[in-house]
């Protein structure tokens, strides 16, 4: 075995990586599973999601609102919009946050028409039979509108799909509200609206819902992509960044407040994802608010998820913002506090109390059970903790059973993170937020990242990770998946210290992305879950409850020299009285196991046994919207002769094993 060891060293050295190294010889791995020692527990919250809107992953992606820029507030207030013969752009609108509005008005001439017509996002998508629930506020002297769906690239004789009549019939602002129904799936449909009678009408807040959104909510959410987040057990749901928390200034960063309450009257910001990266720019991407704060804590409690709202720390985006100027002054951060406990009581408070009052009008009188807040994002520098810390101390004083994550900047070593996590000890907050977007190489050498922290301090929420394929291959493929669920295995190791993980970012819009790899991809009518996906799935439906060891020669199996590109780690699942053992072989070998399941009692046996295979025979590969099914776990019985289980892992694959114990 030394020899072996030191032909790897060497190799190592050869190659320079350490970790991709394999033996030529068939060694069997032996694989100790100490099955009677049961270690820390497993937090609920181990595997979850971080939203955020970036990639049209709200706004034209989650949030299910149809018409783009449906207030008229975009700073270019009919963007998105064509209008045609006598429209007129106004701004005394009943909405006082959204004044702008449009004034229908007969055209001049008979013949000629006036209306407006929305693009949607990229389209607007519809599907064959499904019904689309069509608002607006409006107010008129019994002027009619007709409400078209449009199949702008039809080769058809009409354009039309469906359309229907609204009688505008209240000189006073009023909703209206109509169903139309889809004949045909299109995915890049419009909206258009034709004045079909004499005289003004005035239009405001232009909306258009499918009518089944995730549970069936009316400012609802797009169903295929709720469900895909549910569908990995998610026991976290962090939210709403992320960058865009922080905003490129202050006046742009999120404002939770401004994203609850009726949502005509929340204001648009902008979104800082339409220009940051000028090769991909889109002048067109805003927030609207519609899926604020409220709907993303109802999401998090519908996905079963512990909410974890991110609030600014008084810190615009530092990487956009170098002097001071653009921060707020640590003397002048009470309204930022006031936010982050108003926000708690929001989520906590009862139905009597100022914000909770909010939260019940709203339509959830209890309360969301808020356990977690995150105060900044990426942010660095000793004005963090400066900052920070007021923050803890006030929340510490009024809600001392709030768990307050801090964190350590943007990546995941260097002088940043080391003067901020003895910072974040000091301020004694609960968790550290640590972020990796790095190559395959910092993947396999990390495997034992956390085999070595201090076990005193606060804990670790790795809140926004992914591998990012080196050499420009930033897509999504196989082969970054398989370095996730390698990595994986030192997290759930050392669950007793890391409490959280959550990849980044979540969505993406096929024409509307700024950010890959991202876990899911979309467009207007359907979604693909990535290799990635699938990983975190594997993960969050085989959580287990706690840790037990697993060791290779007395060591933590972690991808080290020597290890032949292995990584493992082993849970008990106490509800199912269920093993689970997850290992990954990164290398293009494949290796022989043997895995030993040591102190069960006599009366015990391993049965049920299953093994869940993720694979591509491309590492470059992954789903696409046309193949969303080319690679997924596959699941098979597999048979186990009394305590040991003998096996071959191929090559550039990821393993579940699972057992029950029973007596
Ligand atoms: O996930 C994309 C961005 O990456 C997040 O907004 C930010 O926190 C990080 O830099």
């Not at 959204?98 to 599907?127: A, C, D, M, W």
């Not at 199912?576 to 895995?595: F, W």
């Amino acid at each position: 075995m030394k020899r072996l060891f030191l032909t790897s060293l060497i190799l190592a050295a050869i190659i320079g990586n350490t970790n991709y190294v394999f033996s030529q010889t068939n060694d069997k791995h032996v694989f100790t599973i100490e099955t009677n020692k049961i270690k820390a527990a497993i937090q609920p919250t181990m595997y979850g999601h971080f939203f955020e809107d970036i990639n049209f992953g709200a706004d034209g992606g989650l949030y299910a609102e149809l018409i783009k820029n449906r207030s008229f507030e975009f700073p270019q207030h009919l963007m998105g919009w064509r209008t045609f013969g006598n429209v007129t752009l106004r701004e005394d609108g009943p909405f006082e946050r959204n004044p702008h509005y449009v004034r229908l008005s007969s055209p001049n001439h008979s013949q000629k028409h006036t209306g407006i017509e929305n693009e949607g996002f990229f389209g607007i998508g519809l599907k064959a039979d499904a019904a689309y629930r069509f608002s607006v506020w409006a107010r008129g002297n019994g002027q009619k509108i007709r409400i078209e769906l449009i199949n702008n690239e039809t080769m058809e004789e009409s354009q039309v799909l469906t359309s229907k009549e609204i009688t505008i019939d209240s000189p006073e602002w009023k909703k209206f509200e109509i169903t139309l129904t889809s004949p045909a799936t299109i995915d890049k449909a419009r909206l258009r609206i034709f004045l079909t009678s004499k005289g003004d009408v005035d239009l405001e807040h232009v909306s258009l819902f499918p009518v089944d959104t995730w549970k069936g909510h009316k400012n609802g959410l797009r169903k295929d992509l709720a469900q895909a987040l549910a569908d990995t057990k998610p026991g976290v749901f962090r939210f709403p960044g992320g960058c865009i928390v922080e905003g490129t200034d202050l006046a742009t960063r999120y404002n939770w407040k401004n994203s609850i309450g009726p949502v005509e009257n929340r204001p648009c910001n902008e979104n800082r994802w339409h220009y940051t990266f000028p090769h991909r720019f889109f002048p067109d991407y805003f927030q609207s608010y519609g899926m604020g704060f409220y709907e993303l804590f109802l999401l998090a409690e519908e996905i079963g998820a512990e909410p974890l709202p991110v609030v600014n720390c008084g810190l615009a985006c530092q990487f956009q913002n170098e002097t001071m100027d653009a921060h707020v002054p640590v003397d002048q951060l009470d309204p930022y506090i006031q936010d982050a406990l108003d926000l708690i009581e929001f989520a906590n408070g009862d139905a009597e109390s100022e914000w909770g009052k909010q939260r019940a009008e709203m339509g959830h009188p209890e309360p969301f059970n808020l356990k977690f807040i995150a105060i900044g994002n990426e942010q660095w520098g000793p004005e963090y903790p400066e900052r920070l810390e007021r923050f803890v101390k006030a929340i510490r004083e009024q809600y001392p059973d709030i768990q307050i994550i801090g964190s350590s900047g943007p990546n995941s070593e260097g002088e940043d993170f080391d003067y901020l996590w003895p910072e974040m000890k000091r301020l004694k907050v609960d968790l550290v937020d640590e972020h990796f977007y790095r190559p395959e190489s910092w993947f396999l050498a990390e495997g034992n990242r956390y085999d070595s922290y201090d076990r005193k301090g606060p804990k670790v929420f790795a809140g926004e990770y992914a591998c990012h394929g080196a050499n420009g291959k930033k897509w999504n493929h196989f082969h970054a998946s398989l370095l996730e669920a390698a990595f994986m295995t030192g997290l759930e190791r050392n669950a007793d210290i890391v409490r959280m993980a959550t990849y980044a970012p979540l969505l993406a819009h096929v024409e509307g992305w700024q950010w890959r790899p991202d876990l899911i991809w979309f467009d207007n009518l359907r979604s693909v879950r990535t290799c990635s996906y699938y990983v975190q799935q594997l993960y969050g439906t085989n959580r287990g409850t706690h840790v037990i060891p697993l060791t290779m020669d007395k060591q933590p199996v972690s991808g080290q020299a020597g290890q032949d590109g292995l990584f493992a780690s082993a849970v008990w699942d106490e509800e199912n009285q269920r093993y689970i053992i997850k290992v990954a072989n990164t290398s293009d070998q494949p290796q022989a196991l043997q895995l030993d399941f040591k102190g069960l009692k006599k009366d015990e046996r391993l049965a049920n046994g299953s093994a869940i295979t993720f694979h591509s025979d491309d590492p470059d590969a992954d789903n696409t919207l046309d193949n969303p099914h080319a690679i997924v776990p596959k699941e098979s019985a597999i048979a186990i002769e009394g305590k040991t289980l003998v096996t071959t892992i191929h090559p550039m694959t990821f393993m579940v094993y699972r057992f029950t114990k029973e007596k």
